[in-house]
């Protein structure tokens, strides 16, 4: 599996970007999988974001996110995508995409387990300005 993330830019505070991440999954089905975002701030430790259930039904979000960012998915064209708005400058990071490891990870453990990963993107560079 290859996940190839984008959308990453400068904004200033209080402004919105979209994060889109393409899945390359060599036959295997994009729609049995949990995907998530996480980032990784200069300095600090990758943290989770927000995790989508297989279906786009069931989502989680980091407390620090929780009612800015949205994620959502289009199993027909294989893309996971993050919705950011109300930006602030501690919301800069390089943000990566995610896939669960197997078809039955949840996105419970996807949040507290970097173990229930099993591909990670390339990640994106977010910037956000004061």
């Known amino acids: 599996v290859q996940l190839q993330a984008s959308g990453g830019g400068v904004v200033e505070a209080g402004g919105s970007l979209r994060l889109s991440c393409l899945a390359s999954?060599?036959?295997?089905?994009?729609?049995?999988?949990?995907m998530g975002w996480f980032r990784q701030a200069p300095a600090k430790e990758r943290e989770f974001v927000a995790a989508?259930?297989?279906?786009?039904?069931?989502?989680i979000y980091s407390d620090a996110v929780k009612g800015r960012f949205t994620i959502f998915r289009d199993n027909a064209g294989r893309t996971l995508s993050l919705q950011m708005n109300a930006l602030k400058p501690e919301d800069t990071a390089l943000y990566y995409c995610?896939?669960?490891?197997?078809?039955?990870?949840?996105?419970?453990?996807?949040?507290?387990?970097?173990?229930?990963?099993?591909?990670w993107g390339q990640g994106t560079l977010v910037t956000v300005s004061s």
């Open positions: 999954m060599s036959g295997r089905p994009f729609s049995s999988y949990v």
């Open positions: 995610a896939i669960g490891r197997t078809q039955a990870t949840s996105i419970q453990s996807m949040s507290g387990n970097p173990e229930a990963v099993g591909s």
């Open positions: 989508i259930n297989d279906s786009g039904v069931r989502k």
